[in-house]
């Protein structure tokens, strides 16, 4: 499967930015998918992560309830919202799938438990 994420960009503090992860291949709407940012200094960090179905979704403590990952599998896409943006959010984001190991309902938890990679897109939130 290749990802190609987009919607980064440069935003002020207190803003929205939708981040849009556009899969190809059949097969994607039974993969897993994560948002991953990196930000320089820091270990990469899974921001957002779902399950196939949409049915499981998990969101990092630091910006719960101001970002939220869906997905529509016909559009072979998945989205994380991103609201009250702040300084700390600036990163580049990736997205990443994986299939699911033995059929499991649940997303990888772990960074390393992704073998795809998209190209990632930068996120800059100023003050």
């Known amino acids: 499967v290749q990802l190609q994420a987009s919607g980064g960009g440069l935003v002020q503090t207190g803003g929205s930015l939708t981040l849009s992860c556009v899969a190809s291949?059949?097969?994607?709407?039974?993969?897993?998918v994560a948002w991953i940012r990196r930000t320089p200094g820091k270990e990469r960090e899974i921001v957002g992560a779902?399950?196939?179905?949409?049915?499981?979704?998990y969101i990092v403590d630091s910006v719960k309830g101001r970002f939220t990952i869906s997905r529509d599998n016909a559009k072979n896409t998945v989205y994380l919202q991103m609201g009250s943006l702040k300084p700390e959010d600036t990163a580049v984001y990736y997205c990443a799938a994986e299939s699911p190991i033995g059929g499991s309902y649940y997303p990888p938890l772990r960074v390393d438990g992704y073998a795809y990679w998209g190209q990632g897109t930068q996120v800059t939130v100023s003050s």
């Open positions: 291949g059949p097969s994607f709407r039974s993969y897993s």
């Open positions: 779902i399950n196939w179905s949409g049915g499981y979704t």
